[in-house]
């Protein structure tokens, strides 16, 4: 991974292991709790692909699985994240355009409820029943409940962000000249298809208003050359 992914990844992950520990775990929400760690590595992941999705979503798996008040083995949600984050990976959208909010919204989904079941299986396999006794239902449910809900608020602003840093100036200007060509931004289509605003480059509109003034222009050169 380059240094400004690295960087900015490291800052919105452990950003989101702060709010996460220090607010959303004190809500005392029936069922699960909100996991913004998840959807800060599944919006990492619809940008970076699937190797970096994977590389994010266990570097803030192993966090969480060291920060207090963590009860459970080292690795545990390392292991859950980095599989959630290679998979949500191969999700990212072609060249990096989104076309609606329902794909990123069926990831969300599937994320949460995989994620639930797939730590609760590796609990299973070192001892831990904590699951059953809770209600594994209960826990997908509210798991994909919270993490729909917050999703809209978070997702597509990790993604603006990733897409800026892979935007970088600088960066670009140090990695040669073929790959110089700025990409459409992922997030347009999350927001216009939940307001029904159409986000278009300002370069367009220029490009419309000068292909006009060309054949303006020509009008008037065979106007006086009729003459």
Not at 6 to 29: D, F
Not at 156 to 170: F, T, V
Request: a positive charge.
């Amino acid at each position: 991974m380059r240094f400004n992914r690295m960087l900015l990844s490291t800052t919105l992950v452990v950003v989101a292991l702060v709010i996460q520990v220090s607010v959303l775990a004190r809500l005392h929400l029936p069922g699960a709790v909100p996991d913004l760690l998840l959807l800060t590595v599944l919006g990492l992941a619809l940008v970076y692909g699937h190797v970096g999705g994977a590389l994010v979503g266990f570097g803030a798996g192993l966090l969480a699985d060291l920060a207090p008040p963590a009860d459970h083995a080292a690795g545990r949600y390392a292991l859950v994240l980095c599989v959630i984050g290679y998979l949500a990976g191969l999700a990212k959208p072609d060249h990096g355009q989104l076309k609606s909010a329902t794909g990123p919204m069926a990831v969300v989904v599937a994320a949460a409820v995989g994620s639930t079941l797939l730590y609760a299986g590796v609990g299973a396999l070192v001892g831990d029943t904590a699951a059953r006794h809770v209600g594994l239902s209960s826990l997908l449910f509210t798991a994909a409940l919270y993490d729909l809900l917050l999703a809209p608020f978070v997702v597509p602003g990790i993604m603006a962000l990733a897409r800026r840093a892979e935007n970088d100036p600088l960066a670009e200007a140090g990695g040669g000249g073929g790959g110089s060509a700025k990409k459409p931004d992922v997030t347009a289509g999350w927001l216009s298809s939940g307001t029904g605003l159409s986000i278009g480059s300002p370069r367009g509109g220029l490009r419309v208003k000068a292909a006009r003034a060309r054949v303006a222009r020509a009008g008037r050169i065979k106007g006086v050359k009729r003459l």
